[in-house]
């Protein structure tokens, strides 16, 4: 299959743990952010989304975290799995522009 | 209901051909985008499709082209292949008019000799 994890970053976790994954963005303008997940094989996968108007949004089993002072995304998820294993990416869109920008990847890897 | 289909999946061209690939949008979108994605990287932004027509371009040269049919099903075109065109490419449709619902095929890997 397709590694699309090969030279990112990586954290390893062990099940059952919690990881966070941190993501800056390049522009003061962006709007609107997004998580995808990308596992081996497939294109990027939507997580979970949040305006620049919150600080924090939660959906089942993560969480995203936006600091718009030092342009700092993280995703938290609870309690990984052994699915949970994949590329995380975070993608802004702003301005007048629709398209997404991907910030550099993180591979996670969750240890049984 | 299905989703967003590629063709092909992979392909391996050589140095200075041409190449086509092929997008299908999720049922209900009218707008695609195609991304570069090198081995190890986030993908990039080529360009968007509205109306049959190119609405935003990412940093590509003219060698990358597309287009838009009536069906809302899209096309990319590469000329004169480099090997650093070697990625693999994306479609990512949406609905102009949504909240930026961006669905993503599973892409098609395109290996220039």
């Known amino acids: 299959g397709e590694n699309v994890g090969l030279h990112l970053p990586t954290l390893s976790v062990q099940e059952g743990d919690n990881s966070i994954i941190n993501c800056a963005y390049s522009?003061?303008?962006?709007?609107?952010f997004i998580w995808y997940k990308q596992e081996s094989g497939k294109g990027p996968q939507f997580i979970i989304d949040i305006r620049s108007n919150m600080d924090k949004r939660q959906g089942q089993r993560v969480t995203v975290l936006l600091n718009k002072t030092v342009k700092h995304l993280s995703l938290q998820i609870a309690a990984t799995q052994p699915g949970d294993s994949a590329v995380y990416f975070c993608a802004e869109i702003g301005g007048s522009q629709g398209n997404l920008i991907f910030g550099k990847g993180t591979k996670l890897s969750v240890k049984p | 209901d299905a989703g967003v289909t590629q063709s092909p999946t992979h392909l391996i061209k050589t140095r200075g051909q041409q190449v086509t690939l092929r997008c299908s949008p999720k049922s209900g979108h009218d707008t695609v985008s195609w991304y570069q994605q090198a081995l190890g990287q986030g993908p990039q932004f080529i360009f968007q499709?509205?109306?049959?027509?190119?609405?935003q371009r990412g940093n590509f040269p003219d060698r990358f082209s597309g287009h838009q049919f009536p069906n809302y099903s899209s096309e990319l075109n590469v000329n004169a292949l480099l090997l650093g065109d070697s990625a693999l490419y994306l479609c990512?449709?949406?609905?102009?008019?949504?909240?930026?619902?961006?669905?993503f095929g599973s892409g098609t890997r395109l290996t220039v000799v």
């Open positions: 499709y509205y109306e049959e027509e190119e609405r």
């Open positions: 522009n003061s303008a962006s709007d609107y």
């Open positions: 990512a449709s949406s609905l102009q008019t949504g909240n930026y619902g961006y669905t």
